[in-house]
């Protein structure tokens, strides 16, 4: 059986579901109605354990959203072996059409990227309202994650007595 980062330090359940709320963009690859590949880094928020993205009525996201096309999905951070961590998620989508949802994850999505006073929030709030901005639950069928900072070893100061003749180490 091949080793790889999910199956060395995978990262499930609860710890996956931190992970995905903390995270702030995800990378949604989606298929075009000619088959070419739609792929685009995009907003996300976390709500009673269901992801949801925020999609402008133009995207071309939405409309393949809405046709039922094939998505990929990434989140994943680090620069480097030791903090390599992320999510795959493939599945679909399904349209928010609750408006009580809608207002909700409106408000969880100014929480999440914005505060009172941020210099951007009115224009994110009105160009979503001319934009027909709109929700959609991502359902996956399947989610693989990894966290490779779960096994690394962070290097520490440590108090030693060395022999009088040794000089040459700081403590």
Known sequence: M?????????LRGDKRW????RARTIRIATLNEDG???LSPLWLVVHDKKIYIPIDAASKHGANFRAGRALSALVDGGDEYATVSGVRISGT???????ALADTL??????KYFHVGHPYADN???FGEVAGRTYFELVPDKMIGWDMREITT???PEIR???????????
């Open 2 to 10: 091949a080793v790889t980062a999910s199956t060395l330090q995978p």
């Open 18 to 21: 931190a992970y995905l709320s």
């Open 36 to 38: 070419t590949i739609y």
């Open 93 to 99: 989508m399904s349209e928010v059409t609750d408006t």
């Open 106 to 111: 409106a408000q969880v999505v100014f929480d």
């Open 124 to 126: 994110y709030l009105e």
């Open 154 to 156: 962070l290097a520490v």
């Open 161 to 171: 007595t060395l022999p009088a003749h040794v000089g040459d180490r700081l403590l």
